[in-house]
Every structure is written in structure tokens, then in C-alpha cells.
């Protein structure tokens, strides 16, 4: 979600409850947002815990990770589809390696991804 549009939402459930019900309005609107963040914190603990415990740059299958990966996918969406920490190849590149020796590698900017690669384990070379 834009972050832009959970402080609209944030902010109009502040002053819609406010304006409806008073004070008792902002303090149920904030139980809400308070509520929602927690959500968030504990999904994004739940993804790191796995990420962690998993062997670093390691994920099952290369080319299916590169099947499902798009422009514009966040880190903490990465990291749910691999199951693992990549290898940190350069200023924010990662690379995840599967049992057979396909790697795919992804270049990140600003916690977004932009561009990756797989790599296949027989010739060397980026597939298209």
C-alpha cells in the first residue's frame, strides 16, 4: 500500500471520529491505527524470523524466483518468496543460489527492485 494513503486514512479516521463522536472518537480511532501497525510489525517479524533461521542465499528453485518477481516488488516481498537472506553482492545487489547452481541475482533501490538476472548453472550467462 502508498504510504501516503495510510496517513490519509490514518488522518481521516482521526478527524472523522473526532467530528462524530469526540474525543472518544480519536481514542477509538487511534486504537484502530495502533491496532493495524502492530499487524504490520508482527508480519514483518514473522518474514525475518524465517528469512533468518533459513541458510543465507539459499532458496529452492532459481528460475521459479525468477518467474515470479516483478519491477517495482518490495524487499520484505522478496524476502517472503525466498525464505532466506540474499548475499549481498554490491551496494544493494543480492544474489539467492538454488541446489542446482542457478542463481538469480536482483538490484534494489530504495527497498524496491529493479532489475535481476538468472543465472544458469550450465553456461554462465544471464537467460533472457
Not at 40 to 51: E, P, T
Not at 73 to 91: C, P
Amino acid at each position: 500500500m502508498n504510504p501516503w494513503l495510510g496517513v490519509g486514512l490514518a488522518l481521516a479516521a482521526l478527524l472523522g471520529g473526532g467530528a462524530l463522536l469526540g474525543w472518544q472518537g480519536v481514542v477509538f480511532a487511534m486504537t484502530g491505527i495502533v491496532f493495524w501497525l502492530l499487524l504490520q510489525m508482527s508480519r514483518l517479524m514473522r518474514i525475518m524470523k524465517l528469512a533468518g533461521s533459513a541458510p543465507m542465499g539459499s532458496l529452492d528453485n532459481a528460475v521459479m524466483l525468477n518467474a515470479k518477481l516483478h519491477a517495482g516488488m518490495r524487499l520484505v516481498d522478496l524476502l517472503q518468496l525466498t525464505r532466506s537472506l540474499g548475499i549481498k553482492q554490491g551496494k544493494d545487489a543480492y544474489r539467492w543460489q538454488d541446489g542446482a547452481g542457478d542463481a538469480v541475482e536482483v538490484q534494489l533501490a530504495k527497498g524496491r527492485l529493479v532489475s535481476w538476472q538468472l543465472r544458469r548453472a550450465q553456461d554462465g550467462e544471464p537467460a533472457p
